[in-house]
């Protein structure tokens, strides 16, 4: 084996190497990146649901409200809850 097969064979295996590092670098670069949106979606869907949890707290006090006026409504009225 001569040196410009040596060469060439060198160059060949190096734009393998080069090709492989290359492709594994941007699967890693993808899954950083997917990665990174799944968080931000649960994120979002976590804070959708705080703002729907608390919007219902918000409705079931304004219930207990009715419930307590309405009670007192009754016994006013004589009657017994």
Excluded: C, W
Aim: charged letters at 20%; proline letters at 1%; aromatic letters at 2%.
């Amino acid at each position: 084996m001569d040196a410009t097969t040596l060469g060439s064979l060198l160059v060949g295996v190096g734009a393998v190497v080069g090709g492989v590092v290359a492709f594994v670098g941007k699967r890693g670069e993808n899954a950083i990146t997917g990665y990174s949106s799944l968080t931000q979606d649960l994120q979002e869907e976590r804070d959708a649901l705080r703002l729907q949890l608390t919007e219902s707290h918000s409705l079931r006090a304004a219930d207990q409200a009715e419930l307590i006026r309405l009670r007192a409504l009754v016994i006013q009225l004589g009657g017994t809850p």
